[in-house]
């Protein structure tokens, strides 16, 4: 045979295999859909020296034939990465398919999930290193064709006895021509159920994203301590969905490993990054899958942030205060948070010496979560009292089969918050005194105000969709200079006798006429004898309010002070947008509908082009936002 001839060098003759062995009668390390694998030692060509291997003994039975044997052959003896598995020798004699590998000391990464052995740092080093080995076979150097894994999963990843992710079993991979967008249209579907990407168990198109989405399975795995899929009473259950619902709820806590718990609990940001790149590689459309260089960068941050909190305590505090406050750099003319990161703590201090906008980094619902609850309410009649009779037929309205076993479990995902499907998608929650919360996306609210710009024949709103939205779609503004905010407010999703403060949620893109950000709010429903002063307000989208500014030494500390009649500047929100009040209200002592009608427009005649908006958030506020008589 002609591949014989290739790869003549890798060859090791049977009797030393059977010998290594004891004719495999030696307990296998390893059992799967391809056979057996047994440690053994060995000695190696081609100089002959001793090593401790594996022995992969194909069983073809299992429907390991030869085409797969040659191909893992062919494939790790082209593919060299520290994060591959390497290919030692092989055997085919007689009837005989055996691959000798290196012996990864620790197993393969789904015997470790959910276990005490590793720390929240070794599984992010396993992920990216995983990673690294995947963005290889993407995207190889030199002439080499790019390799489709199309099996991955975490018993694919193995680990060395340094813990290094090697990447192996390339027996149902594909190969292509590398730096090209190539789609494989595939009439045989093959890959582990729960790991497949759902569009290619639809279509049979195998791509690059592919590999993604099962990688980003592996990375909800190593969170929630487990494997996807399990049989429960001669049924599969695969757990992907559940997953990423609970992300979509911002429930992520409910399903982060018992083991990992305590450590996250305090690395929170290294947590979230984590877990928003795995979400991504989850999303249906494939153009909305990130690559494996960004799935690299994301786990790099992640690494980082972990790190950061690992630091001696002082340390730690002193520049965890500093990268919080210039995580997002807001400038005039750029009002899109971007992050700021520093390698090292010596490139922090560089980046900061040269002065940078930062925002307040702080809770931004302050006024409402002021009160906390007992913490020695451990009996569920003490979690029944705090809830009122209605929130139960509130989480009903969720668009997902929401389920709990006790009260203290619902004031949790009361508390987390839910997308609830009305006549509108809407997000509710509650606050930590019990206050009702909620926030309708842009569709609902801009849509009932002027859409078409008839003057110039052009919509004033084009609609997107954004991962980071907690709607399926964001309005974003065509050249206007003006826009309406009308909403009929459902009382039943707000608490009686409470004073609300609402707030318009937005992203602003880089927009050369906005010289400043002065908007003038108009409440149209306040009408009649009132003064003008009272119906109208003026807002700063631009410029963050009681904000530290780093700046260089002997800089001036003089800054410019915007004018009173300045009622509201925006806040840097936990999910990454920018929020700023616009409007309040008081309920009564019993529900009754509640109108909204305002008027959005630049107060120096510029225009909204670009504004990003995803909804508007009703949060109780102690405050009155607009003058009162």
């Not at 942030?305 to 750029?334: F, G, Q, W």
């Not at 998608?425 to 710009?453: C, D, Y």
């Not at 997107?464 to 909403?487: G, N, Q």
Request: charged share 30%; hydrophobic share 35%; with cysteine.
């Amino acid at each position: 045979m002609s591949h014989l001839t290739d790869f003549e060098h890798l060859k090791i003759q049977l009797k030393d295999i059977i010998l290594a062995t004891n004719d495999f009668t030696d307990e296998a390390i390893g059992v799967g859909g391809f056979g057996r694998v047994y440690k053994g030692e060995l000695s190696l060509p081609p100089d002959g020296r001793k090593a401790i291997v594996a022995i992969k003994r194909l069983d073809r039975k299992f429907g390991q034939g030869d085409t797969e044997f040659w191909k893992e052959i062919m494939m790790l003896s082209q593919y060299k990465h520290e994060n591959l598995i390497s290919l030692l020798g092989f055997c085919n004699e007689n009837s005989e398919r055996i691959l000798v590998y290196e012996y990864a000391a620790h197993g393969s990464l789904d015997h470790h999930l959910g276990k005490s052995n590793l720390t929240w740092a070794q599984f992010l080093r396993i992920c990216h290193g995983a990673a690294c080995g995947l963005s290889y076979l993407h995207d190889p150097n030199g002439k080499e064709q790019r390799v489709l894994h199309r099996d991955v999963k975490s018993s694919n990843i193995l680990l060395d006895e340094d813990f290094t992710a090697k990447i192996s079993d390339f027996g149902l991979s594909k190969i292509g021509p590398a730096n090209q967008q190539y789609t494989y249209l595939i009439s045989n579907i093959a890959g582990t159920q729960g790991y497949c990407d759902p569009v290619y168990m639809e279509t049979g198109s195998l791509s690059k994203e592919s590999d993604v989405y099962s990688f980003g399975v592996v990375l909800f795995e190593v969170i929630c301590g487990r494997q996807c899929v399990e049989w429960v009473e001669n049924e599969l259950k695969i757990y992907v969905r559940h997953w990423k619902r609970c992300y979509e709820e911002n429930r992520i806590h409910n399903i982060v490993s018992n083991n990992l718990k305590i450590e996250l609990e305090t690395d929170i940001d290294s947590l979230k990054t984590f877990t928003s790149i795995a979400h991504r590689c989850l999303h249906r459309e494939h153009k909305e899958r990130p690559t494996m260089a960004e799935i690299i960068n994301e786990l790099l941050m992640a690494i980082e942030y972990h790190e950061l909190m690992s630091k001696d305590v002082n340390e730690r505090a002193e520049y965890k205060e500093l990268i919080s406050i210039a995580k997002h750099n807001i400038t005039p003319m750029h009002a899109i948070p971007t992050p700021i990161t520093g390698k090292s703590k010596t490139e922090l201090e560089l980046i900061l010496s040269k002065g940078i906008f930062v925002v307040d980094a702080g809770e931004h619902e302050k006024d409402e979560n002021k009160v906390d609850m007992k913490p020695d309410m451990d009996l569920d009649t003490d979690w029944e009292k705090i809830l009122s009779s209605d929130y139960a037929e509130i989480i009903k309205w969720s668009k997902y089969n929401l389920q709990w076993s006790s009260y203290k479990e619902l004031y949790s995902l009361l508390h987390e918050g839910f997308l609830i499907k009305t006549d509108v998608e809407k997000w509710f929650s509650v606050s930590k005194n019990m206050k009702k919360r909620h926030m309708l996306p842009a569709k609902a609210v801009l849509q009932k105000g002027s859409i078409w710009n008839f003057l110039r024949g052009v919509k004033q709103w084009i609609w997107r969709s954004l991962p980071e939205s907690r709607f399926k779609l964001v309005a974003e503004c065509v050249k206007v200079k003006s826009f309406t905010i009308r909403s009929e407010i459902e009382s039943q999703l707000l608490s009686l006798e409470t004073t609300y403060a609402c707030y318009l949620v937005y992203k602003l893109s880089r927009n050369d006429s906005m010289v400043d950000g002065l908007v003038q709010i108009d409440d149209e429903n306040r009408v009649g004898d009132e003064q003008p002063s009272d119906k109208m307000q003026l807002v700063d989208l631009l410029t963050p309010t009681d904000i530290p500014v780093i700046r260089q030494v002997g800089e001036s500390d003089d800054i410019p002070l915007r004018p009173r009649k300045i009622k509201g500047h925006p806040k840097l929100r936990k999910d990454g947008w920018l929020e700023i009040q616009i409007w309040d209200f008081r309920t009564g002592a019993s529900h009754e509908s509640i109108s909204m009608n305002c008027r959005v427009k630049s107060y120096d005649n510029w225009d909204f082009t670009g504004l990003l908006v995803q909804g508007i958030e009703f949060r109780p506020a102690k405050v009155s936002f607009f003058a009162r008589t």
